[in-house]
């Protein structure tokens, strides 16, 4: 059983990072889906897909990684901020800057799960999920 699922994909990204593979394969929810998705718009991520095992109702997200020219890594840091333990929900005006602008928060807002960027947009606030750079 897994208590943290956001932190334990996460730690499976990382990982599969330190390792150079270029995919990695975490069990799926709505809100992973949600977190791939942000990762692939704002281009941490080459794409994701969501797969099937036939026989059973269980879902896998395959995330698909991206490295730059030289084999580096895009992602540099992915860090979980609100956790089961210490839960941490900001205002619309309290949303923190990742590195002044260079990194991406992830949001778990009213309006469903967005960048830091487009929740002081929609003027909303929420749980920080991590933070990405």
């Known amino acids: 059983m897994i208590v943290d699922p956001i932190s334990d994909m996460l730690t499976r990204m ?5 390792a150079r593979h270029t995919k990695v394969d975490v069990p799926a929810s709505r809100l992973k889906i949600e977190v791939a998705r942000i990762l692939k718009e704002e281009g941490y991520i080459t794409n994701y897909s969501i797969k099937t095992s036939e026989g059973s109702h269980a879902r896998t997200l395959r995330i698909f990684l991206r490295y730059g020219p030289k084999g580096e890594s895009v992602i540099s840091q ?4 609100s956790r089961p333990s210490l839960r941490v ?3 619309s005006a309290e949303v923190p800057k990742v590195l002044g602008g260079l990194g991406v928060n992830i949001l778990s807002t ?5 960048t830091g960027k487009n929740a002081r947009k929609a003027k909303v606030g929420g749980e920080l999920l ?4």
């Open 89 to 91: 929900y900001v205002g």
């Open 130 to 133: 991590c933070s990405v750079y």
């Open 14 to 18: 990382r990982n599969a990072i330190g």
């Open 110 to 114: 009213s309006q469903g799960v967005m």
């Open 78 to 81: 992915l860090k979980r901020v």
